[in-house]
């Protein structure tokens, strides 16, 4: 079929055939970039442990070990990117830079940065509907005078990293 399409455009003008080789040549080019980035992606997902520090790995493990993948996480002070947020494959409660473009989406996102902020800093009542259950704190020089938190218990911890279970 595609000879008969060059046997076709070559007779008709010769313009018609550069045109339509061009675009097969950018249409393949296209499909070669996609299936390299897809390739890519892949193994930079399978790769991810070699992106992140020792202790950022710790954290990861720790996460999956003693929260269950149906809970709700708050990262209270932490900034770890979007990368690992999907490595913990964990229910995010909010997030600062993932906001959304719509007034109503606006707004709860807007709500939850409050009700993250409150937790945070102790306001326990502000767990609404019990749908956050565990918050990982960074704690420079943490130890055990720090279990103590009023909104919730120790769960474990990854040096600076502490990990809370709320209460209900």
């Given amino acids: 079929m595609l000879f008969y399409i060059f046997d076709k455009l070559l007779k008709k003008n010769s313009l018609d055939f550069l045109i339509f080789f061009v675009f097969l040549s950018i249409l393949v080019s296209l499909l070669n970039l996609s299936k390299d980035f897809v390739k890519d992606v892949y193994k930079l997902k399978g790769n991810f442990y070699s992106y992140v520090s020792p202790e950022q790995k710790q954290v990861i493990m720790m996460i999956k070990k003693n929260v269950s993948k149906n809970k709700t996480i708050i990262l209270a002070n932490t900034s770890y990117t979007e990368l690992f947020e999907e490595e913990i494959e964990r229910n995010i409660y909010v997030t600062y830079k993932n906001n959304p473009t719509n007034s109503s989406s606006i707004k709860e996102w807007y709500r939850r940065l409050q009700v993250k902020k409150n937790i945070v800093s102790g306001v326990c009542k502000e ?42």
């Fill in 127 to 168: 767990n609404f509907e019990n749908k956050i259950k565990y918050i990982l704190f960074k704690i420079p020089n943490f130890d055990e005078s720090n279990f103590f938190y009023k909104c919730g218990k120790y769960v474990d911890n990854v040096n600076d990293y502490a990990l809370y279970e709320l209460k209900k």
